[in-house]
């Protein structure tokens, strides 16, 4: 069935690299996206990747994308306090199916960026 | 600011009640969808609606029902109310088209059940 999994609890020191984890198990899945949750707040979308692409690079943040082994990485360059939140990953499945627009969230990986 | 708007922020009531969320989704986007987040579950997807009709379900309740309105607005109605029914429920929008059809998230409605 599907199912995406995330590690729990990252943390780093500011200035460092972040890199969140996610690996997912629908192998239809089309677009995987990275969102943001501060305390309080609404889910805010990071980024994107379809699934044909390996890389997607948007000023500090990388996506890698290993199709084979159904696994996705963020990476945050030089992070700074303010990118401490909860990032969660997600999958959506193939368009037109009964479950076209369908997100399947990760439990989340709350990123603690020590100053 | 995603532009989807959803009220009230936070609601209060007791068990066996029913409780109306309201959401607005962002200019232009035909989409509608609707995911609760508790700390058990985690992001669960409820349901989405495009146009005014019913595109896709998921682990809905039957106490809990939603519709699309002509204008677009969507609200979900939640009876019944069960202790377990606290959360965070979010309303997300999107164009509804193939593509990308990324969905924005509104800021979400905190439900306390007492």
């Known amino acids: 069935g599907e199912d995406v999994e995330q590690s729990l609890f990252l943390s780093v020191r500011e200035g460092d690299s972040s890199v969140i984890n996610c690996t997912y198990t629908?192998?239809?899945?089309?677009?995987l996206y990275w969102y943001k949750q501060e305390p309080g707040a609404g889910l805010q979308l990071l980024t994107y990747i379809f699934s044909n692409m390996d890389m997607k690079q948007d000023q500090r943040l990388t996506v890698l994308l290993n199709k084979k082994d159904k696994h996705l990485s963020l990476r945050i360059a030089d992070t700074q306090t303010g990118d401490s939140a909860i990032y969660f990953c997600?999958?959506?499945?193939?368009?037109?199916?009964?479950?076209?627009?369908?997100?399947?969230f990760g439990q989340g990986t709350t990123l603690q960026v020590k100053p | 600011d995603s532009g989807v708007t959803q009220t009230p922020k936070h609601l209060i009531t007791a068990t066996g009640q029913r409780v109306t969320l309201r959401c607005s989704p962002r200019s232009g986007d035909l989409s509608v969808y609707w995911y609760q987040q508790s700390l058990d579950q985690g992001l669960q997807f409820l349901i989405q609606y495009y146009n005014g009709e019913e595109r896709a379900k998921g682990n809905i309740l039957e106490r809990f029902s939603a519709q699309q309105f002509p204008d677009l607005h969507s609200e979900l109605n939640l009876s019944s109310l069960e202790l377990g029914d606290s959360a965070l429920y979010f309303c997300a929008s999107s164009t509804g088209l193939q593509g990308t059809d990324t969905q924005y998230f509104g800021p979400g409605t905190r439900l306390t059940v007492l």
């Open positions: 629908d192998s239809s899945s089309t677009y």
């Open positions: 997600a999958e959506r499945g193939l368009w037109g199916s009964s479950n076209t627009g369908k997100l399947i």
